[in-house]
């Protein structure tokens, strides 16, 4: 099913409707909506176990919700057949907290990875200028040849930020792009997430509990808080509220 | 635990093991083929396993004759050591101790590799990436292991009676001729051919049991041992169960 709104230009990004989603008796998210307009960059805030992970893996149709909808380019994804998830996904990039590079691969093989899934036709010299270019974004080309395991953490992040942008997307889905990082790389990342919406114009949804993250990168904040959006506001907004289920955040 | 439970869960794991291998036939053999990924996997298991299934093929065949010849040396029929022990392996030691090394070997792999992958989201990123893991994964895999045991087994078979040959002459004197010669002049079609069919079903439960512990692994590192170990388990007793059902079919079909 497509959306009328699909074919207005400034439609939003990603439209997310009452969106629940439960594991046994555990609701994780209970009438969930969200809009994200295009070029936004949307931070998702909550407590660790309140179903912000759970939230994008819905959006990038690794898990199906229970109900609701998920516009994203106009589809809803949960409707999606497998072909045509896969035509959405090459246009969404998603970091994984964990990084998730393959480790039996190099640096070089991980970027390339996606784009022989997708740019089938691309010959071997566009496939390594590209990989070359996402690299150089991430002020990492030296590292090509590399394995995963003989990069720092913070090298680990940038590398894997590089491969989710290498198709280009219109959509990034970052999940806790700054956990276990030391502030002065957090910050990096930070700056790096700024810089790539900034160069190819992509919308974001962010999902973080680091408050310095959400005060450098959001457009908008969302408060995920018992399953549903809580509240939404500009980060000067948050760090007013007098309200304890957002003041708790800034203590 | 309670009886019921055990049943319950050995159930529910059959179950389970059961629709992992329908998905294999069902999305698994569809195009988009992953043959590079299938030449690379056969490296590495066929290929790469070699040196350890003629290792131990060697000194089976090599201790096998030497454990044979002196009941036969008291029954008088000494001669007959070439024909028992090229029987005795293309029919029945070679496949299986062969499906057994190689189980302990690749099955372990598979299971803890994509254990690995598993919870370190590797698999959910492939699927992000618009690869189907399954395919890329699970098919190539069990496909290799497939293809891959008969092969090993056919080598294996050969070394293990290059093997039995030193040991004959160790205490005698045979030719190579007189000693493959009476080997192959014993053996018949109904010897070698279901034996090497049967390893194909070996290779498939080892490739396929190793893909469905580590593509299920669940709690993080802990589970990938478990997943690495439960799949070499799992998989010996499986090439069993194989084992004595082939042997109950052949029998059946009257080629014994």
């Known amino acids: 099913m497509k959306k009328s709104t699909d074919t207005v230009s400034n439609s939003p990004a990603i439209v997310i409707e009452k969106l629940c989603k439960s594991f046994g008796d555990h609701v994780v998210l209970k009438d969930f909506s969200l809009t994200v307009q295009k070029e936004e960059n949307v931070v998702v805030l909550g407590k660790s176990g309140s179903g912000k992970s759970v939230l994008i893996k819905c959006i990038i149709g690794l898990l199906n919700p229970d109900s609701g909808n998920i516009w994203v380019f106009g589809e809803n994804v949960p409707e999606l057949a497998h072909d045509a998830l896969d035509q959405i996904r090459a246009r969404i990039g998603f970091l994984f907290q964990g990084n998730a590079l393959y480790d039996s691969m190099t640096v070089r093989e991980n970027l390339e990875f996606p784009l022989r899934r997708h740019w089938i036709n691309h010959s071997q010299k566009q496939v390594d200028a590209l990989v070359m270019e996402a690299l150089e974004n991430v002020g990492l080309a030296y590292t090509v040849n590399l394995m995963p395991e003989e990069l720092s953490g913070g090298m680990l992040k940038r590398v894997a930020l590089a491969r989710t942008m290498i198709l280009k997307p219109e959509v990034i889905l970052y999940d806790e792009p700054t956990t276990g990082l030391d502030p002065v790389t957090a910050r990096e990342i930070d700056n790096l997430i700024l810089k790539l919406q900034k160069k190819y114009h992509t919308s974001s949804i962010i999902i973080t509990h680091d408050m310095n993250c959400v005060k450098n990168t959001a457009d908008r904040v969302a408060l995920l808080l018992d399953g549903h959006c809580y509240a939404q506001g500009t980060y000067a907004d948050f760090e007013q509220s007098a309200d304890p289920n957002i003041h708790q955040f800034f203590e | ?256």
Not at chain 2, 43 to 71: D, E, H, N
Not at chain 2, 158 to 165: E, R
């Open chain 2, 1 to 256: 635990m309670l009886p019921i439970a055990i049943i319950r869960d050995f159930l529910d794991e059959t179950g389970t093991l059961g629709r992992f291998t329908g998905r294999f036939f069902s999305t698994g053999l569809k195009p988009r083929f992953e043959f590079k990924e299938l030449l690379n996997q056969c490296y590495i298991i066929g290929y790469k396993s070699l040196p350890l299934i003629a290792l131990t093929g060697f000194i089976m065949g090599l201790v096998l004759t030497m454990q044979l010849r002196p009941s036969l040396v008291d029954y008088g029929v000494e001669s007959q050591l070439p024909v028992m022990v090229g029987i005795a392996i293309v029919r029945e030691i070679g496949p299986v101790i062969t499906a057994l090394i190689f189980a302990g070997k690749i099955a372990s792999s598979i299971g803890a590799e994509l254990g690995s992958m598993k919870v370190t989201e590797q698999i959910d990123a492939m699927e992000v990436s618009g690869t189907n893991p399954f395919k890329y994964l699970v098919a190539t895999r069990a496909l290799a292991t497939t293809l891959m045991l008969p092969v090993l087994t056919v080598m294996g078979d050969a070394i293990s009676l290059l093997g039995a040959y030193i040991g004959v002459n160790i205490r005698s004197v045979t030719s190579f001729y007189l000693f493959f010669t009476q080997i192959f002049h014993s053996l018949t079609f109904g010897d070698a051919l279901p034996a090497f069919i049967k390893t194909f079903f070996f290779g498939f439960a080892v490739g396929m049991i190793g893909c469905y512990k580590g593509y299920t692994s669940s709690k993080g590192t802990r589970g990938v041992g478990s997943s690495a170990n439960s799949a070499v388990v799992l998989s010996s007793v499986v090439i069993f169960i194989i084992d004595l059902l082939a042997v109950q079919l052949t029998d059946l079909l009257g080629l014994n």
